[in-house]
């Protein structure tokens, strides 16, 4: 089986989580995707194969050294964002891409001036959906190289290679992949989650992460006679929302720099309330980010009343380069092995989290691989196929470049 044939058939299948959901899976769609997989790594040969009772998959590919050798994991997550529907997906291919605009349904429009990364792959197979849903390819594209992967070294026992452990696990999404992780039970030394973006990424720093709700009372009064009593609690929470610094939103930052992020808002006269995410690499300028919330309550409960404003900050997930750097030779052999199948590595900060983040924090350490696609839980999501192709060959150098560790 070809990486496109697999991906296709992973796409095609649902596995949207569920935000605000305890239950993991938070969807049970995700065990189809994890009972297929699992089914296909027993007919290629793997070992171990399970699916435990959170829908988590693992497997293992055993030794062909004659000597121990460290113990490698490759990681990808079954789930799709919930932002954008991943029901229904219905793939397209298109062949030798030749630099224009790529138009879908509904008047949805792939463009090289708007996305000028699409101008790198002129010639190459470009894999959308047909603009009414996303693709999928965050995390589907990983999932169906490192089966790929898989089932390459599997069938050519000539190639020498130490064991390997592979696993897939739901929720990742939603921020709960790591949850029930059987770190132990996966038994890998280090890890990779292959789950970026364009072909030739290494990650190893992500951003710190916090959420923050953000609740106002009000006292309702007949506005007729609202005089020097009414207090609007929706008017409180937006000025709060504007006095946040406006030039640390999303879309003014990039790279290394942090932000703040209004994701969602309600509320009326009486009471309203928000939700924010707060984030940046730094851990100094992440702790600045959460006083600055903080302080800034408070100033609005001096102007309005004490309670007038309440707000609640819980850190998420830290950012994994400390766990990343005393074992950096995991992220030279990555670069090498890009290298030798002509792949000119980038490193560059993650501008989110994934399960390897929390997973290095867990004790496996765990930095990201590209997984070749680009615009990411949204409708003109694509991804080369050339590239997945490519990626699978630098997966497999990467496992045998393991062996020397």
Known sequence: MKVLERFIRYVKMDTTSKDDCLDIPSTPQQFDLANVLATQLKEMGAHDVRVDTNSYVYATLPS????????IGFIAHLDTAPVVSGKDVKPIVHKNYDGGDIVLTNGVVISP????????????????????TLL?????????????MAEYLLTHKEVKHGTIKIAFTPD????????LFDVKGFGADFAFTVDGGAIGEIEYENFNAASANVKTKGISIHPGDAKGKMINAAEVLAEYVVLLPE?????YTEGYEGFFHLTNIKGDVNS????????DHNQKLFNDKKTVMTDLAN??????????????????YKNMAEMIKPHMNMID??????????????????????DGARLSFMGLPCPNLCAGGHNYHGVREYVPVQAMEKIVQCLVKIAVKFKEQ
């Not at 309203?272 to 984030?279: D, L, P, S, V, Y």
């Open 64 to 71: 062909n050294l004659d000597k121990p050798s460290k113990v």
């Open 272 to 279: 309203a309330q928000a939700h924010f995410i707060i984030r």
């Open 136 to 148: 999928g390819a965050d995390n589907k594209a990983g999932i169906a190289e490192i089966m790929e």
């Open 113 to 132: 001036k708007e996305y000028p990364s699409l101008k790198d792959y002129i010639g190459m197979d470009i894999v959308t959906s047909d603009g009414t």
């Open 333 to 354: 052999m990555a670069a090498e092995a890009f290298k030798e199948e002509g792949i000119m590595p980038k490193f560059v900060p993650i501008r989110g989290g994934t």
């Open 299 to 316: 100033t609005l409960n001096k102007k309005y009343g004490v309670g007038s404003i309440e707000i609640d900050i819980k850190d998420s």
């Open 247 to 251: 030039k640390q939103k999303p879309q």
């Open 172 to 179: 990742e999404e939603v921020g709960n992949g790591a949850n």
